[in-house]
């Protein structure tokens, strides 16, 4: 029998607000009898909350970051609180008579992202409150606000029935991908507002999960920020999905709907645990201990609930042990990417063993004995550095930046500056030039409609890249673009239409309706930023692993990039995709067949525009 703790924490009926400290030592509530309460886990389950009271209005939403804690109101207050004496610390918003329906503290505790009936979505510093920077995209209010695990997006959801995805490292945010056909339309007024339409994100950062309006579990891939897979929920839950939560270390998904709390296995979509609830209960928040195996929830009329060791003894618990993480790893309930699966960074030399049957769980329902599977996933085998297509090292002074079916660039080293030299297959089509480098370019790509040129960063100077189109007596000129400080070009690719006739003899009026094709940058940080030949930015993508290379075509770019780590037996584990030029969508998507101890020396693309790859075998 499960063993569940009650308390009827608030007193007048309206959602609950839940939060846990960071240590897991605390536990936040706020309800609509406007006291937010914090109860001590550690003096026991016994233990009396205290009680704050200093809202005028319902609590809608708290967060706490080390050694602090924050409320969200219907006042349209955002109170900051220090964790050790629970003393007002001060006021960070107030104002507007706007209810506040969502808080969200970012994972490293700097700022506060703020949603509320409110269009615009503020995010605000807290060291600094005065600095703000407000989210315009919502047609409607903002009912909920969550972080990615690394703070590098944030996604809003709102009362039009969408979840935007905003990039947030950029001084000014850029709104990603407006995400629509998931979450329902609700107004305040409405019976299901109060549900948790959170983007719920895997610790590991590929994908989250949503609640959708066809009671469905809707998983959504940070790739391609479309609906990747869903939960066979349709054999389990038979009405609204009021809240989810995904345990610490990823591997369990727990909802709640009239049908009960359900705890799921992600790898295998299955159901693991329940507990049944009273059908007349709205469950409005849930969420894991981040230390303790411990499933917290509270409804509509201010109950809190704690499931105390939801997942038994006999399985791996839903927090990370910090204290086991570079020693062998209990059998588990998932057998997927290994970063993918717990959610971490792995160390290069970390070696588990599984053992699962679906991971060693015994499913619900299953009249079949419990199987275990055994895997062995490593980290051991080096992975290869990201590579431009066509460049060679210098040697003599001289190199090439690029080589390719169009042309060559080549590049000789004069101590102060570099002098490159661009010559072309067919010389009564595009014009040669060479020009004086003074910012030492290291790679390039020859494009159908210009050549883009790029460095990494090198002491105080940022990242740069530049686009030279063919037609430069057009309006077509040339331009050039730093990147934000820590963020490098790793690989670049020029596309475009390929061109009828010579750029020599043809009117400006003539090139420039054919435009100057497009530029794609690879980078660091796993973005593939995607430019016009004009020189702006019309589309960012988050690759969701480390970019290997990339080359550019007429229609699409062909992108190889590693899925999570290297395995022992020496796959490097790559993938490929194609991606639309102009729909920046997923044509193709794939494992790239490299064989064991490979590596991937070249990509490039014919003249019928296939795609080709080159293999060598891996230097130990």
Partial sequence: MANILFNAAHQSPGPIAIAFSPDGQALYTGGGDCVA?????????DAEAAAIIDADEPLWSIAAIDQAWIT?????????????????????????????????ADPTGQRVAIGSDELDVKVLDLKDPTKIQTLVGHKNGVRKVTWHPSSSYLTTSGQDGRIIVWDMSPENPVLVKSIEGIIPFQDPESSGF???????????GKYFFSASKT????????????????FPSAD?????????????????????SKDGILIWSIQIKRVLFRHQIDSQSHVNQLIFSPTQNLLVWGDTEGNLYRWIDPIPPTQPPPHVDKSTKSARREKTPVMGDMEEDL??????DWIIDDMAGAGGVTIEGSKEKERSY????VA??????????????????????????LGVVEVTDQDSHQIINVEFHDRSTYPSYHFTDYNRFNMASIGDRGIAYARPSEKSELSQVLYKPYATWGSSTEWSITLPAGEDVIAIAAGGVTTRRSYKNRSSEEIDSDGAGTVVIATSTSYLRFFTGSGIQIYVWAMGGDIVSLVAGNEWVFVVYREGGTSLDGCQNLRYSLISLDRFEVVQDGQLPLPKNKTLKWIGISEEGVSWATVTRQRN
Wanted: proline share 4%.
């Fill in 37 to 45: 309460r914090v109860w001590k886990l550690s003096e026991g389950n």
């Fill in 72 to 104: 969200a109101s219907a006042d349209s207050s955002v109170r900051l609180y220090n964790g050790s004496d629970n003393q007002l610390q001060s006021l960070i918003l107030s104002g507007n008579a706007i209810p506040i329906r969502s808080i969200a």
């Fill in 194 to 204: 109060s549900n948790d339409c959170s983007a719920c994100w895997h610790p590991s």
């Fill in 215 to 230: 009671h469905e579990i809707v998983v959504v891939s940070r790739d391609t920020w479309t609906k990747s897979s869903s």
């Fill in 236 to 256: 389990e839950i038979s009405s609204d999905i009021t809240a989810l939560a995904v345990s610490p270390n990823g591997l369990y998904l727990a909802s709640a």
């Fill in 343 to 348: 959610g971490e960074d792995v160390d290069e």
């Fill in 374 to 377: 055994a895997r062995e996933i």
């Fill in 380 to 405: 051991v085998a080096k992975a290869q550095s990201a590579f431009q297509p066509g460049s060679t090292p210098m040697k003599d002074r001289k190199g090439y930046l690029a080589y390719n079916r």
